[in-house]
């Protein structure tokens, strides 16, 4: 079952940042928070993950709360492109482990 | 990032038949394959863990003799809608999963497959 809770949707006007809350209150010492994004039609594409330290790649940062119950997803400059679903997963860092997708967060970004 | 990749990418059937979907990984050997389903405006829903070289695990209130799951080597894995009706119609996306540094790992997802069943 999905341990994660997001707000259904949000906009982001283009250019701005996009802040994307995620709530994981019951999450494990040894489960990786992961951020996955859907764009309509295509499979999820893999965004970040991090254990307890943020992280930042070319695609966005992401910062753990000290208590890890709760992660922002950080699109620096949003572009019409993000558009999507994103999805905040929590999992053991393993490869044999499942994911169990939430609800998500559909993230509109209006020009 | 490493690739999956999973064919067809659609598929249109008549009621009662059986369709096979493939997916690969590309560029790297995964020992395990997951399944998911995704009805329209839906999340993605996990059906099968898939492992190469014995029998897959399903999710509970998932058919296994319905959704079968064939992972005969460590690149691809195949799930097969037997007597397809109109209620399977979804978009069908596998993953795999390739180890990082650290112990991290990340889950890499194919482009997905829509299948519809007239």
């Known amino acids: 079952d999905a341990k994660t809770t997001q707000p259904p949707s949000m906009d982001c006007a283009e250019g701005r940042a996009a802040n994307l809350p995620c709530n994981h209150s019951?999450?494990?010492?040894?489960?990786?928070v992961y951020w996955y994004r859907q764009i309509h039609s295509q499979g999820p594409q893999y965004i970040i993950h991090?254990?307890?330290n943020n992280e930042t790649n070319e695609m966005a940062s992401l910062i753990i709360t000290e208590d890890r119950k709760s992660s922002t997803l950080i699109l620096p400059h949003a572009t019409l492109r993000d558009t999507a679903v994103y999805y905040c997963i929590v999992r053991v860092g393993n490869t044999g482990n499942q994911f169990y997708f939430g609800t998500g967060t559909s993230l509109t970004v209006i020009p | 990032g490493a690739v999956v990749s999973q064919h067809p990418s659609w598929v249109i059937c008549k009621s009662g038949t059986s369709v096979k979907i493939e997916c690969r990984s590309l560029d790297f050997q995964a020992t395990t394959m997951f399944w998911y389903r995704q009805f329209p405006k839906q999340s993605l829903m996990l059906m099968a863990t898939s492992n190469e070289g014995s029998k897959a695990t399903y999710e509970q209130g998932v058919e296994k003799d319905k959704f079968l799951i064939n992972h005969a080597s460590l690149t691809l894995s195949t799930l097969t809608v037997t007597s397809a009706h109109p209620e399977d119609s979804s978009f069908y996306i596998c993953?795999?999963?390739?180890?990082?540094?650290?112990?991290?790992?990340?889950?890499?997802f194919g482009p997905g497959t829509r299948l519809t069943v007239l």
């Open positions: 993953s795999a999963g390739a180890s990082g540094g650290s112990g991290r790992s990340e889950q890499f």
């Open positions: 019951t999450i494990s010492g040894n489960e990786y």
């Open positions: 991090g254990l307890k």
